[in-house]
């Protein structure tokens, strides 16, 4: 079955097939050895309920790569996923926003970003 998703703050158009999705998100870090290092180090042991978040927002596995100070993050959602369900339920949670505000002072959003974002969702160009 093909599926559509439509980012209204983009406008971006997406197409998937199954019925788990996964999506590439992008964000560079502020280029400094040392923070890149702290910004490691803290997800090396993520807190239980930002772990919990990302299941009650329908996210079943994240995976973050980094070369240089560009950061990659893949996450496979179930059908429950949205991203305007994850950004509400997120700002609803006052550990997530603890954690999302510590992890801003590591971040630095990408060129031509909008002002409240950070992440940026990659367009998928290839597939086998």
């Known amino acids: 079955m093909l599926s559509v998703i439509w ?7 997406f197409y998937f097939e199954t019925m788990n999705r996964r ?4 964000l560079d870090l ?8 702290e910004y490691e180090v803290y997800h090396q042991s993520v807190k239980p309920e930002i772990l919990q978040s990302f299941r009650d927002a329908g996210i079943l596995s994240m995976e973050l790569y980094r070369w240089e100070n ?3 993050m893949i996450i496979e959602v179930d059908s429950s996923f949205s991203f305007e369900r994850k950004a509400e ?4 949670n006052p ?5 999302e505000n510590l ?14 974002e950070k992440w940026q969702l990659m367009k998928r160009i290839f597939e086998s």
């Open 30 to 37: 502020i280029n400094d050895p040392q923070l890149i290092e």
């Open 23 to 26: 999506f590439c998100l992008t």
């Open 70 to 72: 560009r950061l990659c």
């Open 7 to 13: 980012l209204k703050s983009t406008g971006s158009i």
């Open 95 to 99: 550990k997530v926003q603890e954690w």
């Open 89 to 92: 339920l997120d700002a609803n």
């Open 103 to 116: 992890m801003s002072t590591y971040q630095q959003k990408l060129p031509n970003s909008k002002v409240n």
